[in-house]
C-alpha cells in the first residue's frame, strides 16, 4: 500500500485490518514521511522514491505483489511496476494519477511558489493542516485528524510535504518529468496484459477530480471501478464501508495471476 501527500501510512489502517487476515500486508511510509527519517538535503524526486520502494521490495524479497495506491502514491507505485511489470498482480487505484497532466488547483499552485511556498506549508503548515478537512466530506473525528497531522508538526518535519508539491511536473524542463512519462508508458504494457484492476473514486475530490478518473477508465477500460460521487480525496476516509466489501471480493476472487497469495 503506497500513500500520497500529504498523508502516511496511517491512511491505509483500515484496509490493513481487513487484508491481514488473508493477505501479507505491507505499508510504506515515504522518505521525509510519517515515522520515516526526515532528510533536510534529501532531493524529494519522483526517481528517488520509486528507488526506495523498489529497493524494499528487493530486500524484503518479493518478487510479486498486489498494489494499492492513492495520490503520489499512484506514480511511485506504478513507477516501481514499470521497471518490472511481470511482478505485478494486481491493482487498486484510489484517486490518483500516474500520468502526466496541467490540471493542477490553484491553492497547490500557490504552494510552490519560491519562499512563500516554503513559508506556506513548512512554516504555516499550510498543505497538511487543511488537507484534514479540505480531502475529506464527512468530518474526521479530532483524534483521527491530529493522527494525520502528527508527523508532520514542525518546519523541519514538513520537508518532504513540500518537496512532494515542488516534484509535481508541469514542464518537460522539471526533475521529474522524464520520470513520470516513464511510468506513463508503462501503463500501456499493464493494460495490454490485462492485469486485474479495481478502481474505487471519490467524486468531490477538488484536485484529482473526474477529468482523472475518465483519463484512467480509458487507460484501463477493463477495470472494476466504483465511482463515489460523495466521497472526498481521502475516499478511504469518507467510503470506507462502501470499499471495504469491495476490495475484499477484489482480493478474495480467485488466484493472483502467478497463482500464489501476493503481498499488498
Excluded at 96 to 115: D, E, G, H, K, N
Excluded at 138 to 155: E, I, K
Excluded at 191 to 203: E, H, K, L, T
Excluded at 207 to 227: G, I, K, L, M, V
Aim: proline share 6%.
Amino acid at each position: 500500500m503506497v500513500h500520497g501527500n500529504p498523508t502516511w501510512s496511517y491512511y491505509y489502517r483500515h484496509l490493513v485490518q481487513l487484508l491481514a487476515r488473508s493477505h501479507r500486508v505491507i505499508v510504506i511510509d515515504h522518505l521525509g514521511c510519517g515515522l520515516s527519517d526526515k532528510p533536510q538535503d534529501y532531493p524529494y524526486h519522483l526517481t528517488n522514491h520509486i528507488d526506495n520502494l523498489e529497493a524494499l521490495l528487493l530486500q524484503l524479497q518479493i518478487s510479486s505483489y498486489a498494489l494499492i495506491v492513492h495520490d503520489w502514491g499512484g506514480a511511485i507505485g506504478l513507477g516501481v511496476v514499470a521497471r518490472n511489470p511481470a511482478s505485478l498482480e494486481k491493482l487498486v487505484i484510489l484517486n490518483t494519477a500516474a500520468f502526466r497532466s496541467q490540471r493542477i488547483p490553484w491553492r497547490i499552485r500557490l504552494c510552490r511558489w519560491p519562499v512563500l511556498g516554503a513559508l506556506l506549508v513548512r512554516g504555516l503548515n499550510g498543505f497538511a493542516a487543511p488537507a484534514v478537512f479540505m480531502a475529506v466530506r464527512r468530518r474526521l473525528r479530532p483524534q483521527v485528524a491530529r493522527a494525520y497531522l502528527a508527523p508532520y508538526d514542525s518546519w523541519q518535519n514538513r520537508v518532504a510535504v513540500y518537496g512532494f508539491v515542488r516534484d509535481i511536473p508541469l514542464a518537460s524542463s522539471h526533475p521529474s518529468y522524464a520520470a513520470l512519462q516513464k511510468v506513463e508508458d508503462g501503463l500501456a504494457i499493464l493494460a495490454a496484459a490485462g492485469i486485474p484492476v479495481c478502481i474505487c473514486w471519490g467524486g468531490r475530490d477538488f484536485c484529482f477530480n473526474d477529468h482523472f478518473y475518465q483519463e484512467w477508465r480509458r487507460r484501463f477500460p477493463q477495470a472494476d471501478y466504483h465511482y463515489f460521487k460523495e466521497a472526498g480525496h481521502y475516499v478511504l476516509e469518507d467510503a470506507l464501508a462502501e470499499i471495504r466489501p469491495i476490495l475484499e471480493d477484489f482480493f478474495d476472487a480467485g488466484p493472483a495471476i502467478s497463482g500464489h497469495r501476493g503481498a499488498v
